[in-house]
């Protein structure tokens, strides 16, 4: 009998699931994430805003 649980992360990383496999684009954060929406693009909404926050003050900094 094979452990399901140990096969979850290899069957994630190069099954069909692995398409929806992602890193988390926002700063400091280091967690991969499976995307449940095409459009989603930060593992949280706490990262989400992160990213927001970063970009508006680069933007204000340019400035």
Same mark, same amino acid.
């Given at each position: 009998? &094979?452990?399901?649980?140990?096969?979850?992360? +290899?069957?994630?990383? &190069?099954?069909?699931?692995?398409? %929806?496999?992602?890193?988390?684009?926002?700063?400091?954060? !280091? !967690?991969?994430?499976?995307?449940?929406?095409? $459009?989603?693009? %930060?593992?949280?909404? +706490?990262?989400?805003?992160?990213? $927001?926050?970063? $970009?508006? @003050? @680069?933007? +204000?900094? @340019?400035?």
């Amino acid at each position: 009998m &094979t452990d399901t649980a140990s096969l979850s992360p +290899v069957t994630a990383a &190069t099954g069909h699931a692995a398409s %929806w496999l992602s890193k988390c684009p926002a700063p400091r954060c !280091l !967690l991969n994430f499976t995307r449940h929406i095409s $459009r989603q693009h %930060w593992c949280s909404d +706490v990262c989400g805003n992160r990213a $927001r926050i970063a $970009r508006t @003050e @680069e933007l +204000v900094d @340019e400035r």
